[in-house]
């Protein structure tokens, strides 16, 4: 994700950027490479960035955001929700439907975002 940086807030990376002094390094192979720094560049990064902040991300346990995950959340929420009525007989009007969606749209982010979390432990 791209970060923009206005004029009084370089010069505090540049002094961030000077305490980082400890190379941490892995080895891969140049289709690795390659796929990291394309990578990277689309996410408007540096390589060394985004290795960086993927590594920290892990050791700090920050939250992943997984558009799939809570798209596959959604419709699995949808899909139970609309046929447990269904299947008891029961009738579902619009505007239950309608309700439903505005509740699925909410908490599918939040579940995705436990389920990884979860899993992190």
């Known amino acids: 994700m791209a970060h923009l ?7 505090l990376k540049d002094d961030r950027d000077a305490l980082r ?28 960035q985004w290795i960086r902040d993927v590594i920290l991300g892990e050791l700090h346990g920050a939250p992943v955001s997984n558009a799939s995950l809570a ?7 949808l899909l139970v929700n609309v046929l447990r ?12 439907f309608d309700k439903l969606l505005d509740e699925i749209s909410t908490a599918k982010h939040d579940l995705a975002g436990k389920l990884t979390s979860d899993r992190r432990r």
């Open 71 to 77: 798209e596959v959340l959604g419709i699995r929420l």
């Open 85 to 96: 009525p269904l299947a008891a007989g029961q009738k579902l009007t619009p505007e239950t």
């Open 21 to 48: 002094v400890f190379p941490v390094t892995a080895k891969l192979t140049k289709q690795e490479r390659k796929a990291v720094t394309d990578f990277a560049q689309s996410q408007g990064l540096a390589r060394g």
């Open 5 to 11: 940086k206005t004029k009084p807030e370089e010069g």
